[in-house]
């Protein structure tokens, strides 16, 4: 009755008494493509960190909002300014991404309105909350973001970078030696001798592994290294 276990219970034997050996270091986040992610990492803030517009138009209270009534543009806001509250009545003007000011409640997209003697009137009842992105609508403060264990790709960078964070801890990378066996095989560069042939399969095996464990090394042949030792006692 053979005594050699299936691979299935060989590799769930490997994994189970396996112990993590690993290190962690922090790393600065633009340098951190690839690697894995040692802690959990929570946003402290919100994205995003206020209600802004969606589109270049208008903000206004809709229901200010009467037929064919003119509005007075009371403040113009651009992206990264800070809006001064609503004057009653009015309307002001906005564009993508910018604050939307104390006392509106929605945005109408400039291609829905007439400029009329330097007033502006909007053709159609705009609906409360329209075209406004909300504070925390991709991220809320307290939310874990990403979590230990995982790989950081390049959504992970702009992610992490959209939450202010310019350093993250990930584990070290591991060093892996890769051993091929064969008395035949020599590496690249030696002699080949009768019934030699060069060893292709480490080199391959070395590069596709490069992404997971970038500081393989390869070892020499065990095969060749017994051979060696058993012919010099």
């Known amino acids: 009755m053979s005594t050699l276990l299936a691979f299935e219970e060989a590799l769930k034997a490997i994994e189970d008494s396996a112990s993590?050996?690993?290190?962690?270091?922090?790393?600065?986040?633009?340098?951190?493509?690839?690697?894995?992610?040692?802690?959990?990492?929570?946003?402290?803030?919100?994205?995003?960190?206020?209600?802004?517009?969606?589109?270049?138009?208008?903000?206004?209270?809709?229901?200010?909002?009467?037929?064919?009534?003119?509005?007075?543009?009371?403040?113009?806001?651009?992206?990264?300014?800070?809006?001064?509250?609503?004057?009653?009545?009015?309307?002001?003007?906005?564009?993508?991404?910018?604050?939307?000011?104390?006392?509106?409640?929605?945005?109408?997209?400039q291609e829905e309105t007439q400029a009329v003697n330097g007033k502006v009137i909007f053709n159609q009842q705009p609906p409360s909350q329209d075209n406004i992105r909300p504070k925390g609508q991709d991220i809320k403060a307290g939310q874990t973001v990403a979590k230990a264990g995982q790989k950081l790709t390049p959504m992970h960078i702009g992610l992490l970078s959209s939450l202010g964070i310019t350093q993250v801890s990930v584990y070290k990378p591991l060093r892996v030696g890769i051993l091929t066996t064969g008395d035949e095989l020599v590496p690249a560069g030696e002699n080949l001798e009768p019934g030699q042939i060069f060893n292709s399969n480490g080199a391959n095996v070395k590069r596709f592994g490069h992404s997971s464990w970038p500081s393989g090394f390869s070892m020499p042949s065990c095969c060749r290294h017994a051979r060696r030792h058993r012919s010099n006692p």
């Open 20 to 109: 993590l050996r690993v290190s962690d270091e922090v790393i600065a986040l633009p340098n951190a493509m690839g690697r894995i992610l040692a802690k959990d990492i929570v946003a402290n803030i919100f994205v995003p960190p206020y209600d802004n517009s969606a589109m270049d138009g208008y903000a206004l209270a809709a229901k200010d909002w009467q037929a064919g009534k003119s509005f007075v543009i009371s403040q113009r806001i651009p992206a990264g300014q800070h809006p001064t509250p609503l004057e009653a009545g009015t309307c002001a003007r906005i564009f993508t991404g910018a604050s939307i000011p104390e006392g509106a409640d929605t945005v109408v997209m």
